[in-house]
């Protein structure tokens, strides 16, 4: 399914609709920053300054921005429906902040419909996944009815149950202890590890405990 992997994706004179006119000393917003697949990034930001911004604009379905979107080059603001179904498929994921689980949903079928489409875990593969966080005796929990740590975790797993280049993740550990977070961690450096690919983790505060490459302030 996987096809040319994407090798950097840059924001060149980015700004949200929002923030044109302000004041900032934005460590990205109006410059040129390039993000590299294999590398880590930690984008620190206070509310209201464009963190989950950020995540949507890459992954494409917001547009409300001024400057640049590139993928190896390629401005996102040309591609077509076709394209971004590519991109979403092959190279880029996202877990969202708000989670966007099926409530009346379990949390393994909340995980398989992602999984279904992809093809990309084993049955093993999640099982483990499910077990490492913490969250084994939930499988069959409806989400709504779990707390929201344990739906950030089920989040997470479906957030790896395809292929990507770029994984953003929208402050994933607000919710979690000290040991969940740093199980999360380690799963995260394993694949990222095994598919030579990039992370992109927002924070607010609480910081995931990870040797990231660069740290960004918006």
């Known amino acids: 399914m996987h096809s040319k992997p994407v090798d950097q994706l840059t924001f060149d004179g980015v700004v949200p609709s929002a923030l044109l006119g ?15 697949r294999g590398r880590t ?14 995540c949507a604009y890459a992954y494409g379905y917001r547009n409300d921005y001024s400057g640049r979107i590139l993928f190896d080059g390629t401005d996102s603001a040309k591609l077509g429906k076709a394209a971004w179904r590519r991109l979403r ?3 880029l994921s996202l877990m969202f902040q708000e989670l966007r689980l099926f409530g009346s949903l379990t949390a393994m079928e909340n995980v ?13 593969d999640i099982d ?53 977070a740093s199980a999360l961690a380690d799963i995260l450096a394993e694949e990222l590890d095994a598919r030579g690919a990039c992370a992109v983790v927002t924070s607010v505060g609480r910081k995931m405990n990870f ?8």
């Open 112 to 124: 398989r419909l992602k999984n279904d489409l992809t093809h990309h875990k084993s049955d093993e």
């Open 41 to 54: 990034y930690l984008v620190e930001a206070a509310s209201g300054t464009g963190k989950s911004s950020l």
């Open 211 to 218: 040797d990231f490459d660069e740290n960004i302030t918006l």
């Open 22 to 36: 302000r004041t900032s000393a934005s460590g990205l917003w109006g410059g040129r920053h390039t993000f590299e």
């Open 128 to 180: 483990t996944l499910f077990d490492r966080l913490g969250i084994a005796d939930k499988r069959d929990a409806p989400a709504s009815l779990m707390s929201y740590g344990q739906q950030q975790r089920v989040a997470f797993i479906r957030a790896l149950c395809q292929p990507f280049d770029f994984l953003f993740m929208d402050e994933p550990v607000s919710h979690l202890d000290e040991c969940n």
């Open 89 to 91: 498929l092959t190279s």
